[in-house]
């Protein structure tokens, strides 16, 4: 969609929307027409799913039914563990971070590089690119191992040190390539932390946890973008903002590693 950008921010003016308007509208477009075909078409449930034979809805059913019986754990359990929590509070920084970054991104790209918003769209594009690959990269090295602080824990320290020294030093493609490699180290991360939100709990206990955790990062998703504007406005440049949301990296990784040490004692 990076690439998409540039062109539909040229729509300036195209009856009466400016080019960000046009590019809200039509980036969420698919989104919003696919939520509504999941409404109509996704099953409540495996006796329903039209694809599944007879046999294959019961056996579903049955290991469903063996699975619920087992679970002793209680919805409360995923509010009363201090993981969750750390977690939490983790993701709120880290998503924070990241989408204060993101959504300013752009606009920083184009005063560093001095490049139009086409140029700059392709540029983000193939970061992302190379994202899905260290993703998929970190992901399989992950599971081999098991051990997801490894190969999370490093990757914030990393982004929290590139998204500092760009702030401080924003000028040129010097901070253009560090604002850039926050991106691909924030896709590369994604799956060993994923696995960290569903590995704290089990059972009923998990979905509360999963939940929490993504209602902290929604909320992250929220501040971020908020504080840069604020900054933005008040610092005259975004330098400061960008400088800040280091700041904001690092408590991430304190967090995480509140986490660590709390897992590491329950064991």
Known sequence: MGSVAGALLRLNGRMGLRGWQWLFLVEAAPAVLLSSVLWLALPDGPESAAWLTSEEREAVAVACGDRDSADTSSLWDGLRNVRVWLLALMFLCAMAAYYGLVFSLPQVLRQLTGWDAGRVGF????????????????????????????????????????????GLHLSGWGAALALLGVLVVFYAIQGPLQALMSEVMEGKAKAVA???????????GFVGPYWMGWMRERAGGYGPGIAALGGVYVLAFAFLCGFGAVQRRSI
């Open 123 to 166: 540029l983000i594009a193939l970061m992302g690119v190379a994202g899905a690959v260290a993703m998929i990269t970190v992901a399989i090295f992950s599971d081999r191992t098991k051990k997801r602080l490894l190969f999370t824990l490093p990757g914030i320290a990393l982004m929290a040190a590139m998204v500092l020294v760009a």
């Open 210 to 220: 999963i939940a929490t955790v993504n209602m902290f990062a929604i909320f992250g």
